[in-house]
């Protein structure tokens, strides 16, 4: 960490100030021989060599720290811009979940299962029976009760869902037909199906 870092250096920075202290003591002696003035520099020598390593080291678990920094400094500029970008997702969710208003009715019908002899082979045949129950569970006004019992009974003569904005077969409550019940084209187009093509 950076404060194992500084108290590392501040220990090194020591070390150098007490021999400052050996050297400046070592240079005012007149009186050393010649073997102890050589040995004495061997020391000094040794000396620096450490500090010098040291002072490598120093800066290459520096160089280590500092990567490290920038790659947490990048993951959470990373994760704040998730944050920032869900909070938005959130918002623009929030909001339209208040436009969004599913039917709340459901139709109702029965499966009836035929069995189909063929040479003596007996084979099922499912199929659907028209609808012939409507279950409303739920509305908030008047006008609200009108479209869904108007969209479920559009269920009970066979029209599908339709996804065109502002169809009443819409699976979602649409504005335009709360304001004013009406078929849409698309609707039309729905109807038409079941009744025309038959």
Do not use: C, W
């Amino acid at each position: 960490s950076k404060v194992l870092i500084k108290y590392k250096y501040s220990q090194l920075n020591n070390y150098i100030d007490e021999l400052n202290r050996y050297i400046e003591n070592f240079n005012k002696r007149s009186d050393l021989s010649k073997d102890e003035y050589d040995n004495i520099k061997q020391q000094v020598l040794q000396k620096q060599k450490y500090i010098k390593e040291q002072n490598l080291l120093l800066e290459k678990e520096k160089r280590v720290l500092n990567k490290e920094i920038l790659s947490v400094k990048n993951m959470t500029n990373r994760y704040n811009l998730l944050v920032k970008r869900y909070n938005r997702l959130l918002r623009e969710n929030e909001n339209l979940s208040r436009d969004l208003v599913e039917i709340k009715g459901v139709t109702k019908g029965t499966t009836t299962i035929t069995y189909l002899k063929e040479n003596g082979i007996t084979k099922e045949k499912s199929s659907k029976s028209s609808m012939d129950k409507i279950e409303i569970y739920g509305f908030e006004d008047l006008n609200q009760l009108k479209v869904v019992l108007a969209h479920e009974i559009a269920h009970l003569v066979g029209v599908e869902h339709v996804d065109a904005k502002g169809a009443l077969m819409n699976p979602i409550l649409q504005k335009e037909q709360l304001e004013h019940l009406l078929l849409s084209s698309d609707d039309i187009e729905a109807f038409n199906k079941i009744f025309l093509d038959k």
